[in-house]
């Protein structure tokens, strides 16, 4: 039963400090996306990977937020340093392109700031 | 742009009774649609989808959509829900020919009672 995993789960840390939030996408998916999802503002789009380069990072706050492919098996989040407004869940979601665009969600990573 | 609007945020129904779950979309090309169900604490589960052919969709727990494309509507229904069915449902389009991202509705909370 192939899913996106995501780690951790849930993390809480101090303001100014820096998260790490990683995901394994499904084996032979060539797509990677990060969403962020807020009770104010829904789920939005951070960004997209294809043959893990980046595709689209727009809606990612630039100052702070970075994401990559270290390879094909590995996508990470990284927010430094973090604010309270990164309060959210964030999900990882994958797929193949040319499949009819399906996305694949990983579980999720609640990620507290204090 | 394409755009996906999903009329009610929240839909409160009793149990066994039916529901639909509204769902317009804009684009000025060929789409394909899909239904993500949220349940609590987790990601996204793909309900169904349409790709092509028939304007009826069945997907699992028993849901079915059906696109209008003169409505540019996917409307969910189900004709007897269970309490088990209470979550928060997405609509999401994306474009033939486009990179393979997703374009989410704002989400419609389905609360059932007994």
């Known amino acids: 039963d192939a899913r996106v995993t995501q780690t951790p789960r849930h993390k809480v840390t101090e303001m100014g400090q820096e998260v790490t939030m990683r995901c394994q996408p499904i084996?032979?998916?060539?797509?990677v996306f990060w969403y962020r999802q807020t009770m104010m503002q829904g789920l939005e789009l951070l960004a997209y990977f294809r043959n893990r380069a980046p595709l689209d990072d727009s809606g990612m706050p630039k100052d702070r937020f970075s994401a990559e492919m270290p390879d094909a098996t590995l996508a990470t989040l990284k927010i430094q340093p973090s604010e309270p407004r990164d309060s959210a869940v964030y999900f990882c979601?994958?797929?193949?392109?040319?499949?009819?665009?399906?996305?694949?969600f990983g579980p999720g990573t609640r990620l507290t700031v204090t | 742009a394409q755009s996906v609007t999903q009329l009610d945020s929240q839909v409160p129904v009793f149990e066994e009774a039916p529901v639909e779950l509204r769902c317009n979309y804009s684009?000025?090309?060929?789409?394909?649609l899909f239904w993500y169900v949220q349940y609590p604490n987790q990601g996204l589960q793909l309900l169904l989808k349409?790709?092509?052919?028939?304007?009826l969709v069945k997907g699992i727990n028993g849901f079915e959509a059906e696109f209008n494309k003169s409505q540019t509507s996917f409307h969910l229904r189900k004709p007897s829900v269970h309490i088990s069915d209470t979550a928060e449902y997405f609509c999401?389009?994306?474009?033939?020919?486009?990179?393979?991202?997703?374009?989410f509705g704002k989400g419609t909370k389905l609360s059932v009672k007994p």
């Open positions: 999401a389009v994306s474009e033939w020919g486009s990179q393979g991202n997703l374009i």
């Open positions: 349409y790709l092509s052919g028939s304007t």
């Open positions: 084996l032979g998916h060539n797509t």
């Open positions: 979601a994958s797929g193949q392109a040319g499949d009819w665009n399906e996305q694949y």
């Open positions: 684009s000025s090309v060929s789409v394909y």
